[in-house]
């Protein structure tokens, strides 16, 4: 069945630096969709991507799908305390019917 | 956007005993969806509710230890069975909604199994 990896698992970094998640898929994906959860709270939406190569932006965060629709990269500039929590990537497969979420990057923020 | 209500948010039940969950959705949705969370893992989808038919239960789920109902659009309940410590997790309700198909998911119940 689909799998869908994140690395890493765990990430801390002081305020100020910047970070980056990646999410590896074992088969082509029709779209992948990134979700933020706080600490005690449910995932969030964030974005989603559709076309090879696609790139988007939502202020300090990047988002990337690959040209093989298999994997894609979420990069945060200049982390702030607000950032922290558990990032999710979430692929459908090419049917567009399956939803599976990767293993999730806690990111951690030093003030 | 949907909006999600889950209740109870949390609860501490005795092994051996059963706990049912309850999912209200704001609009009528055709599939609800139940996802469970371990501490500090990623969501694992339990199953699919749709209104009027049988739930389809993913690979390590069964019927009997997740009995789930789904009596109409916008409500759902997932019930866990015969409960024991390894069943403590979060349990989250969740439909499709928005512009992108996008996964709204509800608050979640916080389940603890002594």
């Known amino acids: 069945g689909q799998q869908v990896m994140q690395i890493p698992q765990y990430q801390h970094v002081q305020e100020g630096e910047d970070f980056t998640t990646y999410c590896n898929s074992s088969t082509t994906l029709s779209n992948i969709q990134w979700y933020k959860q706080r600490p005690g709270g449910h995932p969030v939406f964030l974005i989603q991507?559709?076309?090879?190569?696609e790139v988007k932006k939502q202020k300090r965060l990047t988002f990337q799908f690959g040209e093989a629709k298999k994997n894609s990269s979420l990069h945060i500039t200049a982390t702030q305390t607000t950032d922290v929590g558990t990032y999710f990537c979430a692929g459908y497969n090419n049917a567009g019917n399956m939803l599976t979420f990767g293993g999730g990057t806690r990111l951690m923020v030093k003030p | 956007s949907a909006v999600i209500s889950q209740k109870p948010s949390r609860d501490i039940c005795q092994r051996g005993t059963s706990l049912t969950i309850q999912c209200q959705v704001d609009?009528?949705?055709?599939?609800m969806f139940w996802y469970r969370q371990q501490p500090g893992q990623s969501l694992t989808l339990i199953a699919t509710?749709?209104?009027?038919?049988?739930?389809?239960?993913e690979s390590g789920f069964v019927i009997d230890k997740f009995p789930i109902s789904r009596p109409n659009l916008t409500f759902s309940t997932l019930t866990v069975s015969n409960m024991s410590p390894e069943d403590s997790s979060i349990y989250l309700c969740?439909?499709?909604?928005?512009?992108?198909?996008?996964?709204?998911f509800g608050p979640g119940t916080r389940l603890t199994v002594l």
């Open positions: 609009s009528q949705v055709t599939m």
């Open positions: 969740s439909v499709h909604s928005g512009v992108y198909n996008e996964q709204f």
């Open positions: 991507l559709v076309k090879s190569g």
């Open positions: 509710a749709n209104q009027g038919s049988e739930a389809t239960y």
